[in-house]
């Protein structure tokens, strides 16, 4: 009792000190906005030529937009694990989506790998210092809205330092989907087919509203553009005629390694949904302007993974980079990286790689906070890049010893500079990449640079085994020729039913069911 009340004795005080000083002097608050398996040309600004984004078009004309910026999983509880702790996946164990099966327990899914996975953290490290945290320490009011999925009871959002929580549960997706009712024990419905992403952007809105005279660590999470892709049914005529104006192409998939990949964008469901997350972040930029707060607020958006091109609802396709959600390739990794900061120029690219794990430093240090975070920051500052600075070449490592539902397979990689490394567990092999000149991964360069290869290979060696990297291990039931029909099931069936379902949803009188999702209702 006698800690919380001298908690409560330290917010009190520090709002009042913060109220009452100088407008310029006050620290800035930060908005964190991060989409759910948002892809790296998804947005207009980013090179989509179908979905149109105007409010994240015109933040990113605000803002640094990182052209090499990456999350810190190809899949969403790791890479929301290494925004909270600053470190990358090896370290703080959370190596797959929270839920995804492991060992022996794989082989339910019928899928006949020839490894099995191996386990993972199944919820955020308790002791791990946080980002909100960190900010929560010095004054800050911290919230939380829309998804966690990094841990169950006694692992959600306020056990990890955010003073208030809408929406964050153990759940990776809308269990009652993006219409209300959302059967969510963390929010309150809202009337009958309200949209759960403009729900969260008038919370967060709310919270920047009652927060304004004191310092605030806001964090906005969607569940969008996660599956189900859900749209009204107005947006859906919108982008069907849209896609009907600029052409209709009769084939919408290819094969890939195991999964049919998704090569054009044309989903208007998606479209729809991808629209719902501009108008979410347009409510709370434009509060944030009403309330004069856009200039002392720093914004953060990005994506927790690359866009689903396989599996899933195959959703979208990346068109600049290769594969998607879950893989291993550019388009796994690959996201959004926005950062705008009052003050600094705007619109300004920069194409040093930089990682999720980096978020935690950079706004600490932007924000001028004393903390001393239990855990080892793996990610770097980005404060000197926005200063116009130029770091020494440093290595970020992902760490993914598991089957994705998108086809991905167990590897680990490193980008070093320029160079990008692959290795996969299931033979060892490893591949090499000079990602700027080869987005698409096409030509595989370990033979003509022995000696980068080399020192790639050392330093990923090193850093597995000093984390103590769980792998996977070989399934000794594999049976070749299961895996093999599977493969050709996957061709053969699931690719013409996805190529079918791509054309009925661009048929002019397809609708998913009567009240559309529950976005229409009857009163």
Same mark, same amino acid.
């Given at each position: 009792?006698?800690?919380?009340?001298?908690?409560?004795?330290?917010?009190?005080?520090?709002?009042?000190?913060?109220?009452?000083?100088?407008?310029?002097?006050?620290?800035?608050?930060?908005?964190?906005?991060?989409?759910?398996?948002?892809?790296?040309?998804?947005?207009?600004?980013?090179?989509?030529?179908?979905?149109?984004?105007?409010?994240?078009?015109?933040?990113?004309?605000?803002?640094?937009?990182?052209?090499?910026?990456?999350?810190?999983?190809?899949?969403?509880?790791?890479?929301?694990?290494?925004?909270?702790?600053?470190?990358?996946?090896?370290?703080?164990?959370?190596?797959?989506?929270?839920?995804?099966?492991?060992?022996?327990?794989?082989?339910?899914?019928?899928?006949?790998?020839?490894? &099995? @996975?191996?386990?993972?953290?199944?919820?955020? %490290?308790?002791? #791990?210092?946080?980002? /909100?945290?960190?900010?929560?320490?010095? *004054?800050?009011?911290?919230?939380?809205?829309?998804?966690?999925?990094?841990?169950?009871?006694?692992?959600?959002?306020?056990?990890?330092?955010?003073?208030?929580?809408?929406?964050?549960?153990?759940?990776?997706?809308?269990?009652?989907?993006?219409?209300?009712?959302?059967?969510?024990?963390?929010?309150?419905?809202?009337?009958?087919?309200?949209?759960?992403?403009?729900?969260?952007?008038?919370?967060?809105?709310?919270?920047?509203?009652?927060?304004?005279?004191?310092?605030?660590?806001?964090?906005?999470?969607?569940?969008?553009?996660?599956?189900?892709?859900?749209?009204?049914?107005?947006?859906?005529?919108?982008?069907?005629?849209?896609?009907?104006?600029?052409?209709?192409?009769?084939?919408?998939?290819?094969?890939?390694?195991? &999964? @049919?990949?998704?090569?054009?964008?044309?989903? %208007?469901?998606? #479209?729809?949904?991808? /629209?719902?997350?501009?108008?979410?972040? *347009?409510?709370?930029?434009?509060?944030?302007?009403?309330?004069?707060?856009?200039?002392?607020?720093?914004?953060?958006?990005?994506?927790?993974?690359?866009?689903?091109?396989?599996?899933?609802?195959?959703?979208?396709?990346?068109?600049?980079?290769?594969?998607?959600?879950?893989?291993?390739?550019?388009?796994?990794?690959?996201?959004?990286?926005?950062?705008?900061?009052?003050?600094?120029?705007?619109?300004?690219?920069?194409?040093?790689?930089?990682?999720?794990?980096?978020?935690?430093?950079?706004?600490?240090?932007?924000?001028?906070?004393?903390?001393?975070?239990?855990?080892?920051?793996?990610?770097?500052?980005?404060?000197?890049?926005?200063?116009?600075?130029?770091?020494?070449?440093?290595?970020?490592?992902?760490?993914?010893?598991?089957?994705?539902?998108?086809?991905?397979?167990?590897?680990?990689?490193?980008?070093?500079?320029?160079?990008?490394?692959?290795?996969?567990?299931?033979?060892?092999?490893?591949?090499?990449?000079?990602?700027?000149?080869?987005?698409?991964?096409?030509?595989?360069?370990?033979?003509?640079?022995?000696?980068?290869?080399?020192?790639?290979?050392?330093?990923?060696?090193?850093?597995?085994?000093?984390?103590?990297?769980?792998?996977?291990?070989?399934?000794?039931?594999?049976?070749?020729?299961?895996?093999?029909?599977?493969?050709?099931?996957?061709?053969?069936?699931?690719?013409?039913?996805?190529?079918?379902?791509?054309?009925?949803?661009?048929?002019?009188?397809?609708?998913?069911?009567?009240?559309?999702?529950?976005?229409?209702?009857?009163?």
């Amino acid at each position: 009792m006698k800690k919380t009340n001298g908690i409560l004795s330290l917010a009190l005080f520090l709002s009042v000190f913060f109220a009452c000083k100088p407008e310029a002097q006050k620290p800035p608050n930060v908005l964190f906005i991060l989409v759910d398996d948002l892809g790296y040309a998804d947005l207009g600004f980013s090179g989509s030529p179908f979905h149109e984004t105007p409010h994240l078009d015109r933040l990113a004309s605000q803002s640094f937009q990182f052209i090499h910026g990456y999350s810190g999983s190809r899949v969403c509880s790791p890479a929301r694990a290494s925004i909270m702790t600053g470190q990358f996946t090896a370290s703080h164990g959370i190596t797959d989506w929270i839920g995804a099966k492991t060992g022996t327990d794989w082989r339910t899914h019928q899928r006949h790998d020839p490894m &099995l @996975p191996a386990e993972y953290r199944h919820q955020l %490290p308790a002791d #791990a210092t946080t980002i /909100a945290e960190a900010f929560g320490q010095n *004054g800050y009011r911290t919230f939380f809205a829309g998804k966690w999925h990094l841990g169950g009871e006694g692992s959600y959002p306020e056990d990890h330092g955010f003073d208030a929580n809408v929406a964050g549960w153990d759940k990776g997706s809308p269990a009652g989907g993006f219409f209300s009712p959302y059967k969510n024990p963390k929010i309150v419905d809202g009337p009958d087919g309200e949209n759960l992403t403009l729900r969260l952007g008038r919370e967060v809105a709310d919270f920047i509203t009652n927060s304004k005279e004191q310092p605030f660590f806001a964090f906005m999470s969607f569940y969008a553009v996660h599956a189900p892709v859900q749209t009204s049914k107005e947006r859906w005529a919108k982008y069907r005629q849209k896609a009907e104006s600029m052409g209709i192409r009769e084939k919408g998939f290819e094969m890939g390694e195991k &999964l @049919p990949f998704r090569t054009v964008q044309d989903n %208007p469901n998606y #479209a729809g949904l991808v /629209a719902s997350v501009d108008d979410a972040v *347009g409510i709370v930029l434009e509060r944030l302007q009403s309330l004069g707060l856009d200039e002392r607020t720093i914004v953060v958006f990005t994506s927790d993974n690359g866009g689903v091109v396989a599996g899933d609802a195959f959703a979208t396709t990346n068109l600049l980079v290769k594969g998607g959600k879950g893989q291993h390739w550019e388009g796994g990794i690959r996201v959004p990286y926005l950062i705008k900061v009052p003050g600094k120029p705007a619109g300004k690219t920069i194409d040093y790689p930089v990682v999720g794990a980096d978020f935690f430093p950079t706004l600490v240090e932007l924000a001028g906070l004393e903390t001393d975070p239990v855990q080892e920051i793996e990610g770097m500052s980005l404060a000197p890049l926005l200063n116009g600075e130029t770091p020494p070449e440093r290595a970020i490592f992902w760490h993914y010893p598991h089957y994705g539902n998108q086809g991905g397979v167990p590897s680990a990689m490193v980008r070093r500079g320029d160079w990008k490394l692959i290795r996969y567990f299931e033979d060892g092999h490893e591949e090499l990449y000079h990602i700027p000149n080869d987005p698409f991964e096409t030509e595989e360069l370990s033979q003509e640079n022995p000696a980068v290869h080399a020192r790639l290979t050392a330093l990923l060696s090193r850093y597995l085994e000093k984390r103590q990297a769980a792998l996977p291990v070989p399934d000794p039931e594999f049976d070749r020729t299961l895996y093999n029909k599977r493969l050709e099931e996957m061709e053969q069936v699931l690719l013409p039913r996805l190529e079918k379902q791509r054309l009925d949803f661009l048929r002019e009188d397809w609708e998913p069911n009567p009240d559309w999702w529950g976005s229409i209702t009857t009163d």
